[in-house]
């Protein structure tokens, strides 16, 4: 079997994210290229070669410009700070690599179109890790949805929030810097910005609201000096979609209490879907027409007749967990170029096409917040 | 011991849930005063007659003006329809009787202001039934927020969501009609907005957006003419507090699924507090700094430590209905009106002020739904 | 309308519970009889004064005797200490009276027999305490138990578990003494007994094991002295029901955190049932064969389409309280009476048979554990 | 770093669990080996060939001896059916080498205690598949009861239900064969035997009820001709613990609605736990003498303050699976090896001697449910 051979810059939480997904793919699913751990790049080679022995690849390199000029290089992964998604892709799609980044795509919409453009007209596959999406409940929420079962969807009330930045202790970080996709919108809004796009479909017009709660943070940790937060701790937005559903879409770090609360109440005219990221293998489904006085919410749990679950284990309620989320997002990059080498067009979802879509959703609330005004998405 | 005679005007299901207050309130709780179910109102005395039997009341009178000017009758309690509580109120206002009026207060601002208004002149004792915020749970919510365990509320997200309208043929109501505070904003949402405001405080400036989502109903179950809808199926806004937190608010007749989703999730500074309604005698309590790996969100289950549960039930856990709210709902009318009785200053709450400030807020949200911008409250 | 004349003997939590019923059950069911509160006894004239006046009473006394004869008194109501149940059931009885009893219905098996002899010779109406059974989900499901709809009851996983005597610090009280019902299979666990046998059927034979987990309490709050406790804190027994079903049932005063959980999951060949009574407008349904994928538990939520639900309130999701189910339960023992004087036969549920099945369990449970067998509970 | 070769028998969900959870430990934790994938057998040569090249395993061989033979192999991991756990063990431990073996450990006790004395005659080390108790919620469970912040563990209340026989329709299988460690109780009883073990201590006497549902089973899917079932659909048992602590434990796998209750309430006289393997990511833990009013059980969310969780991820909420669950297994391997090679003494856990107590308690249990009397497991 022919393989594919991976190039990784990065080797934080979600460098080795993205290795061990490579890692396992191939033993749970049926590919049609086999993932080649080859070349790992970091700051430096001292910790390029650390890593690479550690997550297992035969290779390191100090220099990301080594790395996607490399010729046995196929597929170029970026997890790397915000700030270096746009040259490190703009590199590699130049360089014909295919690409698998990290969301936020890059750190300003400009940048994120720039490489989209690049992509596309190079035609190389590309994947954003928006990796909420690939959770085989909410590939069945999306199937509900698309079969009409729940009727039309006229309702969307989404959040994601958590709460590590909620002391207000915590030092100044670079995801407080507004020219690094800082603040919480950017941070981890955007997921459930994508998942709100992706069971209803385009948002059109937005009202922000942006909200510093902590204008400043310690320059340190511990340090008594602090230093000045301009990006949202938190941000609610009142959204309009493209079929006709309007909701609400809050994302927060200051949370208290949260670990990892994306979630969303989604309502159609015949039913209606409720989830959260902290129980990601339930999905709540109500649907009207049942018997009378027996009707309700049923909790559905993860099993091998959803989507992807059976490739991890062959019975029900096991649970997947956070990392096999990554492997079946990986799945569907290898599928992708598997697909495209065979001479067939395809592309991995969600594509810097779709990342564009959601960073300029988080944009425009971004613009509604400082005018105080709708804001209609494709203006932006 | 002193009585407190009742007046009721109307006997639908508000009218039978003040009624059984009344009668239940003096067992439970040690009062000022006995109410008395004195004289019943309705629409006609054969239907009035029929009601008084069998809730109680000694008389009945076909005609709410002779009900309001019978000397006998110490409080004027209104469950009519939304729109005659404004000439009932301000005619009860204008006898001297204190007056219990189930909410919303008024189809009208201005009509709610002159009832304040006249009350307020009048000196008479108000109450208006959002019987949600006599929860002993809320009580407790209120108690943690003021004593700042959870320290400053930045967030508020709440919803009052239920699907009594969900059904699309489901007949044109009053509830329908713009000018007797319909749709599900004015209906139900001023629930949450009520919560909000007793949690957080007043709220400053809004941005809404109204939802028809059915914009025509059948003229009567089963018809197959329909009428026009103009009200709101569901409502979104963006809120901004007194004290600088902000949030979102969603109200909906029509999500699937809810029955009574009367729910917020607070977040502070140093803590977090969720509710729901669907479970009322529980409140989910997070607190930061507690043991590393031990935190969590608390279960509190609803006890006789807790404000005026003890008077239903010794014993934590055996929980109380939504009848019960009505009795503590109740109570206070009787407390505050045995307290000017005796010669001390006193009010109900929530009062007509209290629910004027409700109903501007609701407003608001209106013209900035119309007008597409922020609004600040205090403009309305 | 005829009346029906109460005599209540105690005013402690229960009797209370019992005058709240009756004072409300008129207004919010349409009943053949109207309750009277009439005549009620304490332990002494002074008190059953003073209670007479707060729960509205017409008269009192201090000799429960007096009230049993009392030619005016149609019902006599018994919310006294267990050991006085059975003389003034039986005085009451040999009277001709009616009897509403709370649970446990004696403190002996064989005085509860002589008590069921007694009322079914004499022909009178009996009622015993067993609240919770009146519950419109329990109704629910039972009736879907009834209806086949989850095939044949297997299986039975019941609990009563509270902690009220978690403390060991907490002192001897009459719950301690073994010859006055003392100890959590007695007190409480009747209850789960109750439940098993209203939703599975009979129980045929047990095995036990009563665990006294605190042997001394404090003689009083605060003292040094402490006296010995002999009966059960835990107690956990396997039982086989006369439809072949198998399970356990669990009771426990100790168990920490719990307030009120009266649970069970019950399961059928087709389908299963799981409730808390710590939720207890809930209740979780599953059934067999329905969408590959979609499957799961429903929660059905309280509502008027469920039983005596729609009494207290119209709208779903609004919930009913404890006070709530003694009202249901009261409506049954005024139905049977109003039946029996039209002149149909006609009983009340659950009877003095019924709670002597219940008891004869119990009695089977405290039997096994002494001697470390399997027993019959038919030979008991 | 060396290496530690492995020889896997067995490719079914069990062999791929085992591989998965080999092939990523590496990358996750910090080993003192380093595992390689080396020969993997199975049934025939051709099974093994395509299974090893799937699950990426150097070398295959169609004969378990060969493998057990292999002087190359360290440690032999076994996911066979369970009537070759005893042979294949035997065999490895008789080769020196280590072995890891899934549960049950045999199919009667006699071979467990065999393979237990073969083992630590020989030194080896060994391992038994108990994944769940390498959950980090259950390590923090343990950690509170040893900790005694919940004060001396009184009682347990344990279930491992699941409904994959539910269907009377299922076809007879080898779960069904009594000589095969067929029936509920074998099958998946040991795992809450295992759990309760692990939290409370040894098991000293049982008492102890088996029920077989569906006592015949179609031959194969389909069938008209069915096959008698002798072993347990479910089984429910009274238990008694070395520490005095009493409680219940059922199992079932007719338990229609549930796909993985591995579930337990646990009670101490300070505190108590609440744990279900289908949210095996949380845990409930309830402390007494907390704020009155505030207390109640909260809701504990795995994160990296938890044993092995942020070897998986930083971030707390994320959630690990059952994947994962088995990497955490294999790590307790490899570091016992470690150790033993380094010269130091070490042992697994749960190993052979841990194992052959679990299936101690449960024959206790089949034999108690034969003779229809308390067994004391000692005598077993």
């Not at 096999?324 to 067009?345: Q, Y």
Request: with cysteine; glycine share 10%; aromatic share 6%.
């Amino acid at each position: 079997m022919d393989t594919l051979t991976i190039g990784l810059v990065g080797s934080g939480f979600m460098g080795r994210a993205h290795a061990q997904a490579f890692r396992a793919v191939g033993g749970l699913f049926d590919l049609p290229l086999t993932p080649v751990l080859d070349l790992l790049s970091d700051r430096d080679a001292a910790t390029a070669a650390q890593a690479a022995a550690a997550l297992g690849f035969r290779r390191h390199t100090g220099d990301w410009r080594a790395l996607v000029a490399d010729p046995a290089v196929d597929v170029v992964a970026i997890a790397t700070p915000n700030r270096l998604h746009a040259p490190i892709a703009l590199a590699a799609i130049a360089a014909g690599k295919h690409v698998y980044c990290e969301k936020p795509l890059a750190t300003t919409l400009a940048d994120a179109r720039a490489m989209m453009a690049a992509a596309e007209a190079r035609g190389v596959v590309t994947l954003v890790g928006f990796n909420y999406l690939k959770n085989p409940m909410i590939a069945l929420a999306r199937e509900i949805v698309e079969s009409g079962d729940i009727g039309t969807v006229t309702g969307f009330r989404g959040i994601h929030a958590e709460d590590f930045m909620a002391d207000p202790a915590h030092p100044f970080t670079w995801r407080c810097e507004p020219d690094n996709a800082g603040g919480a919108l950017a941070d981890i809004g955007s997921h459930i910005l994508a998942m709100a796009r992706h069971l209803v479909g385009d948002i059109t017009a937005v009202a922000g609201r942006l909200h510093t709660v902590h204008p400043g943070r310690p320059v340190m940790a511990g340090a008594a000096g602090t230093r000045p937060v301009t990006v949202d701790d938190q941000a609610h937005a009142l959204v309009e979609f493209a079929n006709g559903a309007t909701g609400t879409i809050t994302a927060s770090w200051i949370a208290q209490g949260r670990k990892m609360q994306l979630a969303f109440e989604l309502v159609g005219t015949k039913g209606s879907i409720a989830f959260t990221q902290e129980r990601f293998n339930e999905l709540r489904l109500y649907q009207s027409g049942g018997p009378a006085g027996r009707d309700g919410f049923r909790t559905i749990v993860a099993g091998p007749e959803h989507r992807d679950y059976g490739a991890f284990c062959p019975a029900p309620g096991h649970q997947i967990g956070f990392n096999d989320l990554k492997t079946i997002e990986v799945k569907a990059l290898v599928e992708a170029i598997g697909a495209v080498r065979a001479g067939r067009k395809a592309a991995a979802y969600p594509d810097f096409r779709d990342a564009c879509e959601i960073e300029r959703v988080a944009e425009a609330i971004r613009v509604s917040a400082r005018e105080r005004r709708w804001i209609e998405v494709a203006t932006v």
